[in-house]
């Protein structure tokens, strides 16, 4: 397993849509701008995430990600598993550690041991704990408005425009130059 900033974005959009996705869908704009993460890569993140089944998109206005399940029932090696090497499931990791195991030296018996506990560290920890765990260091969750019930945009009242008492080109600043003498 291999532990890299694509999968802390992940896990961190992956909160932060748990937060705040029980008023409907959250658009990525809205977490790229809160996480501070871009907005392509999390595109890209996303649609792994989707072919993962744990996160469902809706198109349209209104439209964003919405969790695949319960955040109860995704862990932290869900999210990473799905971003980071789509061919590796838990199983082969702990098939790929167990097959170190019976390697050449002790020191292959230490990193699948450390890759093992890894994997099963990361799948006791649900996405749910982990937003508990935000909700009990006090994060504010601002209200965002349903799709349907959007602030109407104002328009700005109208400009008048500057009335410019210039010539608008050199043949024009010639007669009006030629005209006061």
């Known amino acids: 397993m291999r532990l ?16 705040r996705g029980r008023n409907g869908p959250i658009t990525l704009a809205a977490i790229s701008q809160r996480q ?23 198109r349209g206005p209104g439209g964003g990600y919405s969790l695949g399940r319960k955040a109860a029932a995704i862990t932290v090696a869900d999210i990473i598993f799905a971003i980071e090497d789509e061919s590796v499931d838990k199983g082969e990791a702990n098939a790929t550690a167990d097959a170190y195991a019976a390697g050449r030296c002790s ?11 890894t994997v099963e560290f990361l799948d006791s920890v649900s996405l749910q704990s982990l937003v508990d765990e935000q909700l009990a260091k006090g994060v504010k ?37 030629a005209t006061k003498r």
């Open 4 to 19: 890299t900033t694509k999968g802390r974005f992940a896990v961190t959009a992956m909160i932060d849509l748990a937060l």
């Open 36 to 58: 501070r993460i871009s907005l392509s890569y999390l595109e890209q993140l996303f649609g792994k995430l989707r072919r993962h089944e744990l996160v469902e998109s809706t």
């Open 107 to 117: 020191t292959d018996e230490l990193w699948a041991s450390l890759n093992r506990r």
């Open 141 to 177: 969750i601002e209200d965002e408005q349903p799709a349907g019930k959007r602030t109407p945009v104002r328009p700005a009242a109208p400009v008048k425009p500057l009335r410019v008492n210039a010539p608008n080109s050199v043949f024009a600043l010639g007669r009006m130059l």
